[in-house]
């Protein structure tokens, strides 16, 4: 099995900014494609960036030149650097991975989510 924690979330002020990490950990083989997506109260979970194993990264529109994703193979770690935040932001933080197993059978998983909170 795979593990994803993501951590770095917390209380911030509108322009400030935040780190976010996701650690993976388990029977990995390969990790593929990992991703940042976002859910606020009420709406649906929302893709904020997501790269590829050989680095290349996708945002979303409103994402872009605030956020920047990357990642670390070596630590099958991934990391999003959050600025000029606004309350808009505001959103429980999952990461995501595609993962190749040591069993050679590949799986999509989640963490468990990180709070975001933009607030003066």
């Known amino acids: 099995q795979v593990q994803l924690v993501e951590s770095g979330g917390g209380l911030v002020q509108p322009g400030g900014s935040l780190r976010l990490s996701c650690a993976a950990s388990?029977?990995?083989?390969?990790?593929?494609?990992m991703g940042w997506y976002r859910q606020a109260p009420g709406k649906q979970r929302e893709l904020v960036a997501a790269?590829?194993?050989?680095?290349?990264?996708n945002y979303a529109d409103s994402m872009k030149g605030r956020f920047t994703i990357s990642r670390d193979n070596a630590k099958n770690t991934m990391y999003l650097q959050m600025n000029s935040l606004s309350p808009e932001d505001t959103a429980v933080y999952y990461c995501?991975?595609?993962?190749?197993?040591?069993?050679?059978?590949?799986?999509?998983?989640w963490g468990q989510g990180t709070q975001v909170t933009v607030s003066s």
């Open positions: 995501n991975a595609d993962v190749m197993l040591v069993t050679s059978s590949r799986r999509d998983y």
């Open positions: 388990g029977s990995i083989l390969s990790i593929y494609t």
């Open positions: 790269i590829s194993r050989g680095g290349s990264t």
